[in-house]
């Protein structure tokens, strides 16, 4: 595979952004000299331990049905028909052809009150002992289970591409192909936007470091750039202001609905979730993680509805009905921790539990106008431009690049050989606070 193939599949994973700007060096052969050092002085991180990281270069992917299609085939002593392992709606059609030998209904699988009884059996034509077709049945509800487990998981893994991505994720190969400088720019960009979330007092490091503002820049300086593609990966206003009408309405049509589908999925959540809104702290025990993966992909997915509906003027569409960011959540002994410097919850978090529940907002089921979200924001000290409740943010400063930190439960750790030792042993790294970043001694 050359190099811009290898971009495009760094879409669908989690590259170290080091590794990427190496893949550019090959892709890009028309950088200018000063371009070429920049990029080159981003790859020599790339060779840090001699290139080893103990951190994963992907997304986790749901782990196929092969085992459980294999011993299916051999308690109903079939070979043939062709099933995708990895594809859950293959693996179900697969089950519902294999258990119409014994009558099997993929929509009642309960072991106690779905089986058939001796009488129905007889009357179904089925010639098999009891224990038999048991196993059969037991056998069958293991696959259903075993596909739904690879749809959830599925679903989670794009949740959480989404999050970082937006529609990268969405974008044809040959479109990207057709664009080395805008694909290069993305994956690049993209890249950045993956990296793991690393516990700090300050704030995030900014996804957007001086190759991202090089590559660009190259996309700026000539005509006939793929900005429809990048703006799937990175609605921001110097971007959507340089789509066509239609291309931007087709791009808010798409913004808009994500964020309503995210919101409708947060709203079940947080009815099954004890979380504390005033602080968004939770006890042991609560999936913090699945919370936290759809507030990210909410925020980004509404982030990138309100920056086209800015680049259209079209935000008096929703000036009565603003919804407002959704917060993660983190337990309470590392909410305690942030407090202890004297910082206090995040004033955002004020904000969130001043204002209504977005998907109330959304639904149309609580009113909260743009004037609302704004005059919380005053009350709690926070600019309502600024910080994205109104307004999309606008590019900050350009972020200097640092190697990718090898991180221990968000700490980061300057060996990735201690650090794999850390986690292996389930070690809880005891941390100081120098500078505002987390250092493990």
């Not at 495009?8 to 893949?23: G, H, Q």
């Not at 950088?31 to 270069?57: C, K, N, P, Y």
Request: with cysteine.
């Amino acid at each position: 595979m050359d190099a811009l193939d290898r971009l495009y599949d760094s879409l669908d994973a989690r590259p170290r952004p080091e590794d990427v700007a190496t893949l550019v060096l090959d892709a890009l052969p028309s950088l200018t000299d000063h371009e070429r050092e920049i990029v080159l002085d981003a790859t020599t991180h790339t060779w840090r331990w001699h290139g080893f990281s103990w951190m994963s270069d992907d997304f986790d992917r749901p782990v196929g049905a092969a085992r459980q299609v294999a011993a299916t085939r051999f308690l109903f002593g079939v070979d043939g028909g062709v099933v995708d392992v990895d594809d859950p709606i293959s693996v179900l059609e697969f089950a519902a052809v294999v258990g119409s030998e014994i009558n099997w209904d993929p929509a009642r699988t309960d072991f106690l009150t779905d089986r058939l009884n001796r009488e129905a059996r007889a009357s179904a034509g089925i010639d098999l002992p009891k224990r038999q077709y048991n196993r059969r049945f037991r056998m069958l509800r293991r696959l259903s289970a075993k596909a739904s487990r690879m749809e959830r998981a599925r679903k989670r893994r794009g949740t959480t591409l989404f999050a970082a991505a937006g529609f990268a994720g969405a974008i044809d190969r040959d479109q990207f192909l057709a664009d080395p400088d805008a694909a290069c720019f993305i994956a690049y960009f993209t890249a950045l936007r993956k990296l793991r979330r690393e516990f700090v007092l300050g704030s995030r490091v900014n996804p957007f470091d001086l190759v991202a503002h090089v590559l660009f820049a190259r996309c700026t300086a000539r005509g006939g750039t793929d900005w429809p593609m990048i703006a799937l990966a990175c609605p921001t206003p110097d971007v959507l202001q340089r789509l066509r009408p239609e291309q931007l309405g087709s791009l808010l049509g798409r913004w808009s609905a994500a964020t309503r589908a995210v919101a409708t999925s947060l709203a079940a959540l947080w009815q099954s979730s004890s979380i504390d809104k005033a602080t968004m702290t939770v006890q042991h025990g609560v999936d913090s993680s699945t919370w936290n993966t759809l507030a990210d992909t909410y925020n980004a997915a509404r982030t990138g509805w309100i920056a086209c509906l800015h680049a259209a003027g079209l935000t008096s569409l929703i000036d009565d009905a603003w919804p407002g960011k959704v917060m993660r959540v983190m337990p309470a002994d590392l909410a305690e921790w942030h407090r202890n410097p004297g910082g206090g919850p995040h004033p955002d978090i004020s904000v969130w539990s001043r204002l209504p529940l977005p998907w109330e907002v959304l639904d149309g089921t609580v009113g909260c106008s743009r004037a609302e979200v704004e005059a919380a924001c005053r009350e709690h000290r926070v600019e309502p431009e600024k910080s994205g409740w109104t307004v999309p943010r606008t590019r900050r400063a350009i972020a200097p690049g640092r190697p990718t930190p090898e991180l221990v439960h968000g700490i980061a750790v300057s060996d990735p050989l201690w650090a794999m030792a850390l986690r292996r042993a389930h070690a809880l790294a005891q941390t100081e606070v120098i500078g505002g970043q987390d250092a493990l001694d």
